[in-house]
């Protein structure tokens, strides 16, 4: 596996290398010569944010120009993703996406948004793939998901949960909730980071969230997973279940992250991009950063790769919208 993990690295800076442009002054950009904006359409304290800050300090030290993490929450997702639309497609803004961002929003919101971000973004490298885990406060009462779901099944729409309207998490407790019978109020959060702390307080009775976000809160007792959207069992929390082990096979997805940048920025610095992003995930200190975050790295081989990795994530979901007929104000 771990042979497996470095071979696709390696492919990524040598196919970055190979598809740079052959005018000798693009291929010499000096990209970057002052600090680059990096910004993270959610909340601090998120797993993109962990993601995010982790990869600027990484790619300050091998690009030798500051990375600069700016937080621009709000709208699920979209204002920060517009203010990366709007940049100057000149190497110097950079925009992490996840899942929600950059695969369901584009279709949840086509009607309202005012930007076309699968034509206006260029996707550069896939980095991380988040399992989530359905949690809920210390003193919640059920202890095993079946027990959860009983409690849920006494007290039809008494009971709430947090999750960003049309991300990921908010569209797995949707589906959750269908199979399992139950019915619950979605108090909207700007993102994990602003979710966990109302959970803890039992303000949120359950949520799904990231485990990046809240394994630490889990083994520190603060809070109680129930089941994680991982196909494995996680090493951190060894003890809970899968959702197919507690029942519901197929169901539950992963937030993944990756870098874009404004459509027209030019190739030599989308491929500068690319490698720098591989070293950066091959530097054991970052590794071991994102393994006690747990947070599983999963570099994409190339830009190429990583774009039609996005453009199947955006039909998957698309789907599954339609399949369960949800509607977004």
């Known amino acids: 596996m771990a042979y497996l993990w ?3 690295v390696a492919l990524l800076i040598a196919s970055a290398l190979l598809a740079s442009p052959l005018n000798a002054a693009e291929r010499a950009t000096d990209w970057p010569t002052k600090p680059v904006r990096l910004i993270v359409p959610f909340a601090p304290g998120g797993a993109t944010d962990i993601v995010a800050r982790v990869m600027a300090q990484g790619l300050a030290e091998v690009l030798g ?9 709000g709208a699920s997702g979209n204002i920060g993703v517009e203010m990366a639309v709007r940049s100057l497609p000149d190497g110097y803004t950079v925009l992490i996406n996840n899942v929600s961002t950059g695969a369901i929003n584009p279709i949840a919101f086509a009607k309202t948004l005012k930007y076309e971000s699968t034509k206006e973004l260029t996707g550069v490298a896939l980095l991380a793939s988040i399992p989530n885990l359905l949690v809920a406060g210390a003193n919640f009462p059920p202890n095993t998901l079946k027990e959860l779901i009983e409690y849920a099944k006494a007290r039809p729409g008494q009971l709430n949960y947090s999750n960003p309207i049309g991300a990921y998490s908010h569209l797995d407790m949707l589906e959750f909730m269908s199979k399992a019978g139950i019915q619950m109020v979605n108090v909207p ?3 994990a980071g602003s979710s966990f702390a109302p959970v803890i307080a039992g303000e949120i009775h359950f949520s799904f969230l990231n485990a990046a976000t809240v394994t630490p809160q889990v083994k520190a007792g603060r809070m109680k997973a129930f089941v994680t959207t991982a196909k494995k069992r996680l090493p951190e929390l060894p003890d ?6 507690a ?3 197929g169901m539950g997805s992963v937030n993944w992250n990756g870098f874009f940048v404004p459509a027209k920025t030019p190739r030599a610095i ?5 490698v720098a992003t591989a070293q950066v995930l091959q530097r054991p200190a970052v590794q071991e950063a994102f393994a ?7 570099p994409s081989a190339s830009p190429e790769e990583f774009q039609e990795f996005v453009r199947a994530e955006q039909k998957r979901w698309a789907r599954i919208i339609k399949e ?6």
């Open 6 to 8: 470095r071979s696709r």
């Open 65 to 73: 120009q500051q990375f600069v993490v700016d937080n621009r929450s």
């Open 189 to 191: 959060s700007k993102g």
């Open 240 to 245: 809970v279940p899968t959702m197919a082990e």
């Open 247 to 249: 029942g519901f096979p």
């Open 270 to 274: 989308i491929d500068k991009l690319a």
């Open 292 to 298: 006690k975050a747990g947070v599983p790295l999963t």
């Open 324 to 329: 369960n007929n949800v509607k977004f104000e």
